[in-house]
C-alpha cells in the first residue's frame, strides 16, 4: 500500500480557510475527475533496455527522452526537495544495471497491463465515499527507479501519485491503490467544509490536535472506498499473506482501539502538548497496515451498516462526530452482539461531541456509556 501521510493533509485543511467544495456547483462524475496515467519515464527506460538486449547502442537521444520525462523530472524535483541525492548519472548507472535488464520483460509486461486500468472508473470509485462536490485531480506516474516506494506528493503542477513499476503487482491490485488514494485526494478537495473548518479553528489547541489526528482514521475510509462498499474483503485482490495479516490485526480490534484512545486522552489531559510529541506517538499507529486503517475501517463498517453511507461521509467530513457516532452504533449492536465491541471513553466522546453546536450533537445527553 502505498504510504500516503493523510494525517498532514488534515493539518491543511482545519483553518480559516477550510473547504473548496462551498459554493461549487453540482458537477458530474465525470466532471469531477481530471486524472492522467503518463507512462513517458518507464516507457524511456524500457527502450533502453530493449537495445541493451538487442545489443545496440544507446545513444544521447535516448536519455535525453527519459530525462525530459514528466514522470522523470517530478521524480527527481521530488527527491532533491527532500534533501535526498538524485542525479542523472545516477539514475544512469541504475539503468544500466545488469539485475534491471533482467527484469525487462516482466516491467514491460506488467506496464503494458497496468495501461488497461481505466484510472477514471478508479476514481469514480473513490467519489462513492466522498460528497457529492469532491473533486479529483492528479497524474499517475509508473516509475521504473531504484527505491521501491510508492507515495502522493503535490508539488507546483498539482498532486500526483507515483508508482513503483512492480512486477508482483497485478492490474486489480493497482486498480485498488489508485482508488485508496485518489480517496485521499477527493477528500482533501472537500473536507471539512468552510463551515466546519471555521468551528474547529476555534476550539482548544488540544482538541484541534485529537481532530487533526482524527483524520488518520481517513486510511480505513479509503480501504472501505477502494474495495466498493462494507461487504466486500478490503482485501479481496491483495496477495493471500497481506489477506491473513489484515484478519489478523482485525482480531485486535478492540485493544488497537483502546491504545488509540490513550494517545487522544493524553493529548485531551495535556500530557502530550508539542507538534514532535504528538506525532512520535501518533505515527506509531501506521505500521504496514496499522490501527489507523483496521480501527478506522471497522468504525466506518459498522456506521454505514447502521446509519448509511450518507451518514458516515458526514462523520468523515466532521470528525469531531466521528467516535460519538460510532459509541452509538456501537453501543446498539452490543445489545445483541456475542462479541461486544470496545466503546470510546466517556471523556473523550464528550469532548468531541460537545465541540458541536447544540443541534449538531451526536448525543443526546451529552454523556456516552463506558
Not at 471539512?192 to 468551528?199: G, K, L, N, V, W
Not at 447502521?306 to 468523515?316: H, N, P, S, V
Not at 445483541?336 to 464528550?350: C, G, I, K, M, R
Request: net charge neutral; hydrophobic share 40%; charged share 25%.
Amino acid at each position: 500500500m502505498v504510504r500516503y501521510l493523510y494525517v498532514v493533509m488534515m493539518v491543511g485543511q482545519i483553518g480559516l480557510l477550510g473547504s473548496l467544495c462551498a459554493g461549487i456547483i453540482q458537477a458530474s462524475p465525470k466532471e469531477q475527475v481530471h486524472v492522467r496515467m503518463d507512462t513517458g519515464e518507464a516507457q524511456a527506460v524500457l527502450a533502453i533496455l530493449a537495445k541493451r538486449k538487442a545489443h545496440q547502442t544507446v545513444e544521447n537521444a535516448d536519455w535525453q527522452r527519459l530525462f525530459a520525462s514528466e514522470g522523470y523530472k517530478r521524480l527527481k524535483n521530488r527527491e532533491q526537495a527532500m534533501g535526498r541525492p538524485f542525479t542523472d548519472a545516477e539514475f544512469e548507472a541504475f539503468v544500466l544495471s545488469d539485475s534491471l535488464l533482467e527484469k525487462a520483460d516482466a516491467l514491460a509486461t506488467t506496464l503494458t497491463r497496468w495501461q488497461q486500468v481505466d484510472v477514471t472508473q478508479a476514481a469514480e470509485k473513490s467519489l462513492a465515499y466522498l460528497p457529492e462536490h469532491a473533486q479529483i485531480k492528479a497524474r499517475i506516474y509508473p516509475l521504473i527507479k531504484p527505491k521501491t516506494n510508492s507515495f502522493v506528493f503535490q508539488d507546483k503542477m498539482g498532486r500526483a501519485i507515483y508508482l513503483y513499476l512492480d512486477p508482483e503487482v497485478t492490474p486489480e491490485q493497482f486498480e485498488n491503490t489508485l482508488a485508496h488514494e485518489m480517496h485521499h485526494i477527493g477528500y482533501s478537495s472537500c473536507c471539512p467544509s468552510r463551515q466546519t473548518a471555521r468551528e474547529i479553528a476555534k476550539l482548544p489547541p488540544n482538541l484541534q490536535a485529537i481532530l487533526t489526528w482524527l483524520g488518520a482514521f481517513g486510511e480505513g475510509a479509503a480501504m472501505l472506498a477502494a474495495a466498493g462498499g462494507p461487504d466486500i474483503h478490503p482485501h479481496q485482490v491483495s496477495k493471500p499473506e497481506d489477506r491473513v495479516r489484515w484478519d489478523r490485526d482485525m482480531a485486535n480490534f478492540n485493544t488497537d482501539l483502546k491504545k488509540v484512545e490513550a494517545f487522544f486522552l493524553d493529548i485531551l489531559n495535556g500530557k502530550l502538548t508539542t507538534e514532535a510529541q504528538i506525532r512520535q506517538v501518533g505515527f506509531t499507529f501506521f505500521g504496514i497496515q496499522g490501527p489507523w486503517y483496521t480501527v478506522g475501517w471497522k468504525m466506518d463498517v459498522l456506521i454505514e451498516k447502521t446509519y448509511g453511507r450518507a451518514k458516515l461521509i458526514e462523520c468523515l467530513c466532521d470528525t469531531r462526530k466521528l467516535l460519538p457516532t460510532y459509541n452509538q452504533a456501537a453501543e446498539a449492536y452490543n445489545r445483541t452482539a456475542s462479541e461486544p465491541l470496545a466503546l470510546w471513553s466517556a471523556p473523550l466522546v464528550d469532548a468531541l461531541d460537545n465541540a458541536l453546536a447544540p443541534s449538531q450533537r451526536v448525543l443526546s445527553t451529552g454523556r456516552t456509556k463506558e
